[in-house]
């Protein structure tokens, strides 16, 4: 029971201390005017010193602010100088008010003032040295200047000698003068010290911790006094510089309150007459003054109407900033309320350091009006913020290396679409290894990319500045994030998603190819980028195999208007896809006349084949589009079949003849062989179509041709016992015999082999195919003695038959000719070592 109670107290205590520490984590100051100090490294020490945490926050460690910076230099988070400011900010308020004290009703300090004020002037002396030590914040940049030299030198060029003038003894060269009243005014050099004051209200007002409403009316209230009070000694300092003979003539001197005379003002008790004077000033500002007290000479009328001129606009302020606080509020009380509720839902989901430091500096720059006004023109036409984002945006954009070449129309587009952001120094923009949605651009400021090795060490990959771009790779490759972004200046980039961007690149398909090379061109320069040189090449191949098929896709479907488009945005229609179809192939195929028109108009290769060796005339054919065919035809297209004989043979196997019949107009070879040297007429004759059998025989197809068992068309017919195709073949026979005479007889036909060529090149079957080397193609001879004489001849080689051999693509040697098949491609080969 005691444990239980033991950690729940110190549960109870943690809490607290939790929320002490968040309370003081969110204490901010203005980023305009507080120019402290800050580093590259960390954004909680960055966000951490420009929010002026006090010294509640004890889990802040300032020794490792300037991590691997040397030089001596003060900490603006150190405990010791919180509290000097402090000490500095007391004696601002004394001398502050006491100044115009010592200016009016003084000539000369009492005895019991003059140590009190040579311990201010030696505190203020001791500060002037501490700030050539304090490091500050470059507001543009957000970068930390620790140097002494730039410290020096931003000091001595802002307050320094207006400090140093404040602290001159002037009660001392007063007397020294002569007691000239010009010296006097230098006394007033002084009240310069005000800025401290002004500087804590500053942070009062930004402080969560404290009602904003109260820290406004406080401010406003001592703005008020201060005002009455430095007045008030103005007016009684405007009585006592007159001669003694003439004090009756101004306002204190002839003044009279009941039975009460002022006429030995100087002799009056020094509360009564502050008090008196005080009084003065504070009606005349209300105006709201009675006529007891009034200007009496010349100068107290000059300095009464200068004071009420200026005291209208006092109250003008201060009326505004209270109505402003009634009605609406101000614009730092709506950052207070915003910070405020995003506090209590970072507690309520208990959210990690880092996303809590990065909505805290997001809302700071956000309350910063000079830096984020992009919400300014969001209530605007589109229309409009299309030509304020052109104007703005348009001359970083077209510089963008990843964008080098892209057109003007592809540049305006991504202009009008893209958002600017700001980030703080040492914030973590992109991770490695996350799926990026978001492209960027650099405006201003610098970028670094890390990378992160298997054991955890990080190395600087590379500086990005202004131009570059991040997150490309990731994007264009659907690769995850190749590197860490960190930011080491404070940037403005633009910001464009992904699916703007990808969409863009779809209507911009041109463009989209130049981006891809600019990206392959970029990161192959880079040596410890070109592990990536693989994945965009590959991508490029993917978009580039995605377009074909995009374009195919459109002729297969008759989509003349999506065909235009793709190819008037850069598409090439001689592209082919994983098949090898062309969009040609495909118009011919389904029919669309209209489009094979404006293709072979766009000059596409009209006899391009696809991975099964077919043009588009022969798609045209096998579909049956007549009115295709035609066109293709005029356009110089032919019809090529790989192994047209056994494509042709499984059409007469079909009983096809429509396609036959367009096949052979269209200048196929009826006598085209399969495998087993069979002819289309051989198998029509062999299944007894007659029909078929007719219309090759008028196409051209012989009767004598044997196959691989040794059978001609005639003997099918025969041995299938159908007179109508014996009686055809037969008088096809007798018309061919009379073609060929030296074929006359009917044991040449009828038993010898008709004649059979064969191509024989000058090198090894082995050897990779010389360009300069052509083969000879011949009959083939009787002998292989005679076959081989003759290709040396032809050839013009010197090489004697019984020094070469001829051999097969297999590399096996030829012996007989019986052995060579029609068409047979041989190799003569010296047998010489």
């Not at 297999?810 to 047979?824: F, K, L, R």
Request: net charge negative.
């Amino acid at each position: 029971m005691r444990n239980e109670i033991g950690r729940t107290s110190s549960t109870g205590e943690e809490r607290r201390r939790k929320t002490k520490e968040d309370a003081a984590e969110y204490q901010v100051e203005d980023i305009r005017e507080g120019e402290r100090l800050g580093r590259r490294r960390s954004v909680f020490a960055l966000l951490a010193w420009d929010l002026g945490l006090d010294s509640t926050h004890r889990g802040f460690n300032t020794d490792k602010v300037f991590d691997g910076i040397k030089g001596f230099y003060i900490p603006p988070q150190n405990r010791w100088y919180k509290t000097w400011e402090k000490v500095i900010l007391i004696w601002a308020i004394y001398s502050s008010f006491f100044t115009p004290m010592e200016f009016g009703f003084f000539r000369g300090l009492p005895d019991r003032l003059y140590l009190l004020d040579i311990f201010s002037q030696a505190a203020f002396f001791i500060d002037i040295a501490v700030q050539f030590f304090v490091p500050y914040k470059d507001t543009q940049t957000y970068k930390f200047i620790v140097s002494p030299r730039l410290i020096a030198v931003r000091y001595l060029k802002s307050h320094f000698i207006f400090d140093v003038l404040a602290c001159m003894p002037w009660d001392i060269l007063y007397t020294a003068s002569g007691n000239k009243e010009e010296v006097r005014y230098l006394l007033l050099i002084r009240l310069v010290r005000v800025r401290k004051i002004l500087e804590f209200f500053s942070k009062l007002e930004k402080d969560i911790r404290v009602n904003y409403l109260f820290s406004r009316i406080i401010k406003l209230i001592a703005v008020e006094l201060y005002c009455t009070h430095t007045a008030a000694c103005i007016f009684y300092y405007l009585a006592t510089t007159l001669p003694p003979v003439e004090e009756g003539y101004t306002w204190i001197g002839s003044l009279t309150l009941g039975d009460y005379s002022y006429s030995n003002f100087r002799h009056i008790d020094l509360w009564k007459r502050y008090v008196t004077s005080l009084y003065f000033a504070i009606v005349t500002m209300a105006t709201v003054g009675y006529g007891d007290i009034h200007a009496v000479n010349l100068r107290e009328m000059i300095f009464v109407m200068v004071y009420v001129s200026f005291d209208m606009v006092l109250g003008a302020y201060l009326i505004g900033n209270i109505t402003a606080l009634i009605v609406k509020g101000s614009k730092t009380e709506r950052y207070r309320d915003r910070m405020t509720d995003l506090i209590k839902f970072i507690d309520r989901n208990e959210l990690g350091k880092d996303i809590r430091n990065q909505i805290k500096g997001h809302v700071r720059l956000q309350y910063d009006s000079s830096i984020t006004d992009s919400a300014i023109i969001q209530d605007l036409p589109i229309s409009i913020r299309a030509k304020i984002s052109e104007s703005l945006y348009k001359s970083y954009i077209e510089k963008v290396s990843l964008f080098r070449g892209c057109s003007p129309e592809f540049i305006n587009h991504v202009v009008t679409r893209v958002h600017e952001e700001f980030f703080l120094p040492g914030e973590v923009i992109m991770e490695q290894g996350i799926v990026v949605d978001q492209l960027y651009f650099i405006c201003h400021g610098k970028l670094e990319e890390v990378l992160t090795c298997e054991d955890g060490s990080k190395e600087v990959v590379s500086d990005l500045t202004l131009h570059d771009s991040f997150g490309d790779v990731s994007i264009l490759c659907n690769i995850p994030q190749p590197y860490t972004v960190q930011v080491s200046e404070l940037c403005r980039l633009l910001r464009l998603d992904k699916q703007t961007f990808t969409h863009t690149i779809e209507i911009y398909f041109n463009d989209g190819r130049k981006i891809l090379n600019n990206l392959l061109e970029g990161k192959g320069n880079d040596d410890r980028m070109k592990h990536m040189v693989t994945d965009i090449t590959v991508h490029m191949g993917m978009q580039e195999a995605e377009l074909a098929l995009k374009l195919n896709s459109a002729a297969f479907n008759g989509d003349l208007s999506q065909i235009k488009s793709l190819i008037r945005s850069g598409a090439d229609p001689n592209k082919q896809d994983y098949d090898g179809r062309s969009p040609l192939h495909l118009a011919a195929a389904k029919g669309h006349m209209d489009i094979v028109v404006f293709l072979i108009q766009n000059d596409v290769e009209v006899n391009i084949s696809d991975n099964f060796g077919n043009t588009p005339l022969f798609e045209a054919i096998k579909n049956a589009h007549e009115n295709v065919a035609p066109i293709l035809v005029n356009k110089g297209g032919s019809l090529k079949i790989n192994e047209a004989g056994n494509f042709l043979c499984s059409c007469v196997a079909r009983g096809d003849i429509d396609l036959i019949r367009r096949l052979l107009a269209n200048g196929i070879d009826p006598n085209s062989k399969d495998y087993d040297y069979r002819t289309p007429l051989h198998v029509a004759t062999s299944q007894g179509s007659c029909l078929i059998a007719k219309l090759l025989v008028q196409s051209g197809a012989s009767v004598l041709l044997k196959d691989r068992w040794g059978n001609t068309p005639l003997d099918e017919a025969r041995s299938s016992g159908n007179k109508i195709l014996i009686k055809l073949l037969d008088e096809a026979r007798s018309l061919q015999l009379s073609e060929f005479p030296t074929c006359s007889q009917e044991s040449t036909v009828t038993d010898k082999t008709p004649r059979k060529k064969c191509t024989i090149y000058p090198f090894q079957p082995w050897e990779p195919k010389d360009q300069n080397k052509f083969g000879i193609t011949l009959w083939v001879p009787d002998s292989i003695d005679e076959l081989m004489k003759t290709a040396a001849d032809h050839l013009k080689l010197d090489l004697a038959p019984t020094s070469c051999i001829v051999v097969t693509e297999d590399a096996g040697q030829v012996t007989d000719v019986d052995m060579i098949n029609d068409g047979q491609k041989l190799y003569l080969i010296t047998t010489q070592a």
